[in-house]
Structure formats: structure tokens, C-alpha cells
């Protein structure tokens, strides 16, 4: 349907829309029905259970781990399959549990909707199911209403809408009926009210001009419901780190079963190596440690307030670039308070304390209003509550002023007068209050024209500076005619009102500066009030300044991607804005999170790499986010952020363990199928030292603290691979210094002609003995255990020894001696494998420290 209608008069919207004063028939109304459809918001399908299920089994390490299951089961390795099987059970039960997220932000978004609606039709005022409603109906709306439906206002009596749900502005809107002659800005459309808003002030009546999905309110809908949940950066790069892992495994297996053939290894033996080649190649532990990872993150970043609600969103937080954030409740505390003072001897910032005329402002100010404050209910407009704050704060006593100076006359505020009068009784005389616009305060005032005009600059410079202004006189007297106008008062002083910026808000961009990360405002506010949020909150708004909605729609896709890395602040934005804005980022290759509290942030908090919500955000926000902060404040994300490098760093160790011992099993049973030596390994010994030996240190892996330098770093690209240039040559440090050792010492024994039994139990024990040490080698992939603290980390200790214990069972319990094929080994067995494993854990180190030494003087070079 048109979206033009504030531009037209309201005769001629009337005509459009084929309706008179007296609303429509009911055979219209059946009419309309049938071409528009019913009054209501349509919600996606949630994803049914089979294809969440399925969803499971896309991963190419978890169809390589299905095949190597498969064809355990075909070779009649029964014990080998279940411990496979039961690492793909184990994955796919976490993996469906972490899914199992309803689509319920559409849902949410339909508690908007008011059940029931007053429209006039056949010239009677009905009151119907709001789902009734149809273009054309004349909808009457009164303070405490929702409206129903998207209407074009014929009548406003000092009437105001609270339209946060849609645009963000903190304060309500005053309306009108004339038309507007430009393209406004959803925010500026003033004869217009929107389906899901609130009227909190006033009367008038509107003719609907859209339903349903038609309406603002279903455009959100629509974005929510189509846009489609992309994948994390961290899921999109294990994804692809699982196909190099897929088709190395493919190339390893094929390789050595083609050697092994030429060598005349009988076709049903190369099945058995294959099969432990494939469980060599696939870290099975790798799949519950990066779930283990991220839940043990998104309990340290519950202990910050900030709520995960999706498991990989954990470690999103902590790759993030670009931080958007809407103002109110963000930035700011999203209530108006009192924060300048001005009297004809003073002006001052608001604090408990204040000189005698400040007070007696502040007290007026409580007298002239209707807004109540209770221990549990605050009601009225947020200016008159933010006046009747600033009084308690200075130790007045509302309660009681009210009943010693009792009201006896008014004159209410209307948006056409600009200012409220009211009458008390005081020790025997009358008082008068006014309060208002400063234009029509100051011209009711005795005073010089001097001092006349320099409180309007005052006030004007107030205004500037982004204030809401108020100006406050009084007079006394035995009574007052209030039909009569004002002259003659005494101008008391200004008060200038804003939502302020949270305390903790100019440190926080700096942190997240120093960490790499830039902070973007996008705001439904007017221009003016975001430029001086945006400099009060230390946000550079830069040469290009603020970029407002209208700029936006004149600007291409490819336009506004190419200026964006320009613009720090969006002013006068609707939700198809804020959407265009994340995305314009995100192809620029940058990590985005959203941060907002409405149903106006929805769809670009879905879009956004991460959405964050507010703890006192809608339902809407919430539903559709990753992650909730639980104190509404944008602090926490500074600390969720560094959790979320700690997630990712801690990721990175455990990828480097689980594929160093991978690799360094692969390279041994190679190795010795290229040097026609028998299989060191078995497949099931393969399988105990991945998921047990070392299980429980890959586990304590996870509860790494975090590096002092976390923050130090800028945030990581999405194109930088998980697996980086310096973990492969940590990996493959560690596999071909754990090999060489192995491989010699496997050849050393087998001319010495061990049993082959007793030969394979000293390489299982070898390989599982290096492991436990070379773990501490991976506590830091930034520095050597030369300049770590080594045992730190109590659970990786305890874990060490377990491990230790588990193994020696293995090697020495009768049961698992059956299980494993491994016999017990001597005293001197164990010298030759902890001297090995030293000596390695040493070279290992001074050659990692090598390599870190000389990025750090390449880089200081570089710079």
C-alpha cells in the first residue's frame, strides 16, 4: 500500500480511501475483509525437530566419523565402533540441544496487537476485535490505548505517542493533522500514529491506512521473519577447516592404502590400518571440547551479566569490530533526568546540594505537575517525573509539599500553548506556577528586556547542547483569574532535562578503541541530539558528520558500503536503515554486533553477527538476540569481549593439541607402513589416548584464564583462518619432533627383536606420555612456557595426572591389558619414554621461543 499519506491532506487521504465522517458500512467492512485480509501479523513456521536433527550430520568431520564407525562394524572391530558411535552421539545431542531455539521473535511481536479497537462506522462508535479492523475504518484513540493499526490522524487533542517500540526516541510525540510537503523520516511523521505504539496522552481519531502486515510494525516482521540467520565467523571457518580436515583424511587414507597395497599388505590388514588411520586423522574430542569451551565462556560471561543465548555467540562477542549501538538505555540510562540548573544568580549541574533558589525552583517544579512516584509505580510524563527526581534528590519532600500547598486551579498543557498553570493555597494567599516552553515562560514575566534576552540565549544555548529546556515562574496573590493570561510574573530559571549518558560510558569506547573496535551510533533521535550524545560519549563523528535516514535512501547499496568506514553516527533511521547499515559493514569484511533493546533493532540485531539486547529491552529484542545484558549497560561488553577472546584463544590451544597428537599419530603409523615396519598403533589404542589419555587435558585446555595481552591485539578478520600460519608450525613442530623420537626408537627395538605386543605398548605409552607433557607447550601460542606461568592452571595439573593414572591402567589392569593388547612394561621402560618426552618438550619450546622472537622484532620493524 502507499506509504505517502502524511503528505496528503486529510479530505484527500479520506477520498483515497473512499470514507466519510461517518466511517464505513458494514458491507464495506465485509468488502475490505476479503481484499485486505484480517488485522494481524504473520509469524515464520518454527524449523520442525527432523531437519534441526539433520542439521547435525552436515559437518564433513562428523560424516568421517560415521564412515570410520561403518567400517569398524564391516571389519568386526565391534569395540572400536561404539567408542566411535558414542563420540557422534555425544556431538549431536549438544549440537540439537543448542539449536532447539524457537523462532519466537514473530510470535513476540504480535502481543503488539490490541485485542480490541473503538472505530466509528455507519456513524456509531463500536468497539470491535481489532483483527477487524480495515483500511478506511476511523479508529478513536484515547491515553492508555495501543494503537491498532497504521492511521493517518483527522483529530489530535493534545495528543501524544509513545513511539519507542518503533523509532527509539525516549520522549513522546505530540501530534498533528496538517500534512507534511517532504519525505519525512518515521520518527518526524507527526500526523501519523503506527500499529504497536502507545497513546499516553490526549485524544483524536484516525482513518486507517494500513493492516496487518502492511503497517510499519509488519514491515519489522517481514525483515525478521526473511532474514535469515547467517553463520558465526567461527562456524563459518570450522566448517571450512572441517573440509581440509575431510580431504586430508581422504588423501592420507587413500596414499597409504596404495602404499601398504604395493607392499603387499593383504587387502583385509590396509582395512584395519585405514580404519586407524581414519581415527589418527579425526580428533574426536575436538567436537565436545569446542562445545565445553564455549559453555564454560558463556558461564563467566553470565557471572558479567551478560546472558548467552546461543552457544556459539560465546566466542562471536570476542572477534567483533564494529559495535552498533542504538542511544536510549545504551548509551544513556533511557530515563530523563534533571542535569543543568539556571537561576538569575546561578547555573549549575544538577547534584544534591543546590542554593536556596535552585530549591525553590526545584519545588515549583514538583508542585506544577501531574506525574506520581511511589516505591513501586512511576507514573506520568518523563519530563514531570524527571522534575518531581530532581526534588527528591535535593531532600524535598514531595509528598508533603503537595498536601501543605494543595492545588486549586489549572490550566493544563496543551501542545498548541506550550506551558501548564497551576494554582495553591500557601499561609493564607495563593500561589501560581507556570511551566513551559522558555518562549511562552519568559513573555508572562516582569523583567527588563535584557534580562529578558539573555535568558532566552541561556536557554537557546541549553537547546544546542541537545537539553530538553523548561522555564519556570511564579506569583503570589489573594487569588488568580486563570481565564485571564499570565503578566507580571517572576521568572524563577531554567531547567535543562536529557537522558544522560551512563557514567561508565566514555571509558568504555576508549577500551573498545584500544582494543580495535569501533563504536557506531545509529539512533531514531534527531541529528542534533545524537551529535551531542555521540561527542559526550567521546565518539568521533569525523568530517563527514551525521548521516541521517533520508541520506541513506538516497544512497545505493554500493554507495553506502564504500562511505561507511566514514560515519560514525546515523540519525533519523528506521529499521530497513539500521539493516542496510549492518550489512554495509559486514561487507566490508568486518565482525558486527548490534546492540539494542527495541523491536526498531530486531531485524538488524538478526542480521548482525551478534545481537545483543538489553536486559529491560521488549520481548522482541530479546528473542531475536545472541546474547542479553542482564545490567543494561555497554560495559559489560568490554568484558564480554575480552571473555570471548579467551573462548577463541582457548579454541585455538585445544585445535593445536587435538591435531598435534592427530598428526603426530598419522605421521608414526605412516611412517612405518613407508619403512615396511609392523603398525605400531592400534586402532582402539588410537582411541583411547584421543579420547581418554588425553581427554581430560584437551578439557582443562578450556579453563585457561586468559593471556594479560588479550586485549592488546586488534580483532581478528573473518577471512584469518582458525587454524593460522603459526599454529601449523607449532603443529607440525611438535608431530615431526614427537616422530622422529618415536620412529627411531620403534626401529632401535624392533632390531632387538621385542615382541610386537610389548613394542606397540611402549609406543601407546609414548605417544600418550608426550601428549601430557607437550600440553603445557600449548598453554600460550604467543609465548614459551619460558615466559608462562606455568602451572597456573589447577584443572590442567589434575588433569596431567589423571591421565597419567588412566594410562598406567590401560598398560597394567588385566581387563583393559585384554582390551588394549598391551602387556606391563619395566621400570627402565618408563626412564627411556620421560627422558624422550623432556627432551622433546625442550626442543619443542626453544624453537617455538626462536620463532616468537623474531615475529616480535619483525613487527617492531614493521612499525
Not at 514491515?219 to 526473511?226: A, N, Y
Not at 615396511?676 to 581418554?692: D, K, S, Y
Not at 613442530?733 to 627383536?753: K, P, S
Not at 605417544?767 to 609465548?783: E, G, M, Q, T
Amino acid at each position: 500500500m502507499a506509504k505517502d499519506w502524511h503528505n496528503s491532506e486529510v479530505s484527500d487521504v479520506m477520498k483515497r480511501l473512499g470514507v466519510g465522517k461517518d466511517g464505513l458500512s458494514d458491507d464495506e467492512v465485509r468488502v475490505r475483509v476479503k481484499q485486505y485480509g484480517k488485522n494481524k501479523l504473520v509469524a515464520k513456521k518454527p524449523t520442525s525437530f527432523l531437519i534441526l536433527l539433520a542439521r547435525q550430520f552436515k559437518s564433513p568431520l562428523m560424516l568421517v566419523l560415521i564412515f570410520a564407525a561403518a567400517a569398524s562394524i564391516a571389519v568386526g572391530e565391534g569395540g572400536d565402533a561404539i567408542v566411535i558411535f558414542l563420540a557422534i552421539g555425544v556431538n549431536t545431542f549438544v549440537g540439537f540441544l543448542q539449536e532447539w531455539k524457537a523462532e519466537r521473535a514473530a510470535e513476540a511481536l504480535q502481543s503488539y496487537e490490541n485485542p480490541r479497537a473503538m472505530v466509528r462506522r455507519d456513524g456509531e462508535v463500536v468497539d470491535i476485535d481489532a483483527r477487524n479492523v480495515v483500511p478506511g475504518d476511523i479508529v478513536l484513540l484515547a491515553a492508555g490505548s495501543r494503537v491498532v493499526a497504521d492511521v493517518r490522524l483527522v483529530e489530535s487533542i493534545d495528543l501524544l505517542v509513545d513511539e519507542a517500540l518503533l523509532t527509539g526516541e525516549s520522549l513522546p510525540v505530540a501530534k498533528k493533522i496538517v500534512p507534511l510537503k517532504d519525505s519525512f523520516s518515521l520518527g518526524d511523521r507527526v500526523n501519523m500514529a503506527f500499529l504497536g505504539t502507545m497513546v499516553v496522552g490526549g485524544r483524536g481519531e484516525g482513518v486507517v491506512v494500513a493492516t496487518g502486515k502492511n503497517t510499519e510494525l509488519g514491515d519489522i516482521v517481514q525483515l525478521v521473519t526473511e532474514t535469515r540467520d547467517e553463520v558465526t565467523p567461527l562456524q563459518g571457518q570450522l566448517k571450512h577447516f572441517s573440509l581440509q580436515l575431510g580431504f586430508l583424511f581422504l588423501v592420507v587414507v587413500v596414499a597409504m592404502f596404495g602404499v601398504g597395497l604395493l607392499r603387499g599388505v593383504p587387502i583385509y590388514d590396509m582395512v584395519a590400518i585405514a580404519i586407524a588411520l581414519a581415527v589418527a586423522s579425526i580428533p574426536e574430542g575436538l567436537i565436545v571440547a569446542l562445545t565445553v569451551v564455549l559453555a564454560i565462556g558463556m558461564q563467566r560471561m553470565l557471572k558479567l551479566n551478560a546472558l548467552t543465548r546461543r552457544l556459539v555467540a560465546a566466542e562471536t562477542l570476542g572477534s567483533v569490530s564494529i559495535v552498533c549501538t542504538d542511544k536510549t538505555g545504551t548509551l544513556t540510562r533511557g530515563v530523563m533526568s534533571v542535569v543543568q540548573v539556571v537561576t538569575p544568580k546561578h547555573n549549575l549541574e544538577m547534584h544534591s546540594t543546590l542554593p536556596d533558589d535552585v530549591e525553590e525552583m526545584l519545588l515549583l517544579g514538583a508542585l506544577n505537575n501531574d506525574a506520581h512516584i511511589s516505591k513501586d509505580r512511576r507514573l506520568g510524563y518523563p519530563t514531570e517525573l524527571a522534575l518531581i527526581d530532581a526534588a527528591i534528590e535535593v531532600g524535598i519532600d514531595v509528598g508533603s509539599v503537595r498536601k501543605s500547598m494543595a492545588r486549586i486551579g489549572e490550566v493544563p498543557f496543551t501542545s498548541a500553548s506550550k506551558f501548564m498553570i497551576t494554582t495553591h493555597r500557601r499561609d493564607g494567599e495563593d500561589l501560581l506556577v507556570v511551566k513551559g516552553a522558555p518562549e511562552r515562560v519568559l513573555e508572562m514575566c516582569e523583567m527588563d528586556e535584557g534580562a529578558r534576552q539573555q535568558a532566552w540565549e541561556t536557554a537557546e544555548r541549553m537547546m544546542q547542547q541537545g537539553l530538553r529546556v523548561l522555564a519556570i515562574a511564579t506569583d503570589s496573590g489573594s487569588s488568580f483569574d486563570l481565564d485571564e493570561p499570565v503578566q507580571g510574573a517572576r521568572y524563577v530559571g531554567l531547567v535543562g532535562l536529557k537522558d544522560p549518558l551512563r557514567e561508565s560510558v566514555k571509558g568504555t569506547v576508549k577500551q573498545l578503541v584500544s582494543a580495535g573496535i569501533r563504536l557506531v551510533l545509529i539512533t531514531g533521535d534527531h541529528p542534533d541530539t545524537a551529535k551531542s550524545i555521540a561527542t559526550n560519549a567521546g565518539i568521533d563523528v569525523g568530517d563527514h558528520g551525521i548521516v541521517t535516514g533520508k541520506d541513506l535512501d538516497d544512497m545505493s547499496d554500493g554507495e553506502l558500503q564504500s562511505r561507511i568506514a566514514l560515519i560514525s553516527v546515523f540519525a533519523r533511521v528506521n529499521p530497513r536503515h539500521k539493516v542496510r547499515i549492518v550489512q554495509a559493514w559486514k561487507g566490508r569484511d568486518e565482525v558486527v554486533a548490534m546492540v539494542g533493546d527495541g523491536v526498531n533493532d530486531a531485524a538488524a540485531m538478526k542480521v548482525a553477527d551478534i545481537g545483543v539486547a538489553l536486559g529491560s529491552g521488549t520481548d522482541v529484542a530479546q528473542q531475536t538476540s545472541d546474547m542479553v545484558l542482564l545490567d543494561n549497560n555497554l560495559s559489560t561488553i568490554v568484558s564480554a569481549v575480552r571473555e570471548g577472546r579467551i573462548i577463541f584463544d582457548n579454541i585455538r590451544k585445544v585445535i593445536v593439541y587435538l591435531l598435534a597428537d592427530s598428526f603426530s599419530e598419522i605421521i608414526l603409523i605412516g611412517g612405518a607402513i613407508a619403512l615396511g615396519l609392523p603398525l605400531p598403533l592400534l586402532a582402539v589404542q588410537i582411541l583411547w589416548i584421543n579420547l581418554v589419555t588425553d581427554g581430560f587435558p584437551h578439557l582443562a585446555l578450556t579453563m585457561e584464564p586468559g593471556e594479560g595481552d588479550v586485549m592488546s591485539y586488534p580483532p581478528r578478520k573473518k577471512s584469518e583462518p582458525v587454524v593460522s600460519g603459526e599454529m601449523k608450525m607449532l603443529i607440525f613442530l611438535i608431530g615431526i619432533v614427537t616422530d622422529i623420537g618415536l620412529l627411531l626408537l620403534f626401529w632401535v627395538l624392533i632390531g632387538r627383536e621385542y615382541d610386537i605386543a610389548h613394542l606397540r605398548t611402549i609406543m601407546f605409552s609414548a605417544l600418550a606420555i608426550d601428549s601430557l607433557f607437550y600440553v603445557y607447550a600449548v598453554k600460550s601460542l604467543r609465548h614459551s612456557i619460558f615466559r608462562t606461568k606455568l602451572f597456573q592452571n589447577k584443572w590442567l595439573n589434575i588433569a596431567v595426572v589423571a591421565g597419567i593414572l588412566l594410562q598406567l591402567s590401560a598398560i597394567y589392569a588385566p581387563p583393559l591389558q585384554e582390551l588394549f593388547s598391551t602387556v606391563s612394561l619395566q621400570f627402565y621402560d618408563w626412564i627411556i619414554l620421560i627422558v624422550l618426552s623432556l627432551i622433546k618438550l625442550v626442543v619443542i619450546e626453544v624453537s617455538k621461543e626462536g620463532v616468537m622472537l623474531f615475529k616480535r622484532k619483525r613487527y617492531v620493524a614493521s612499525n
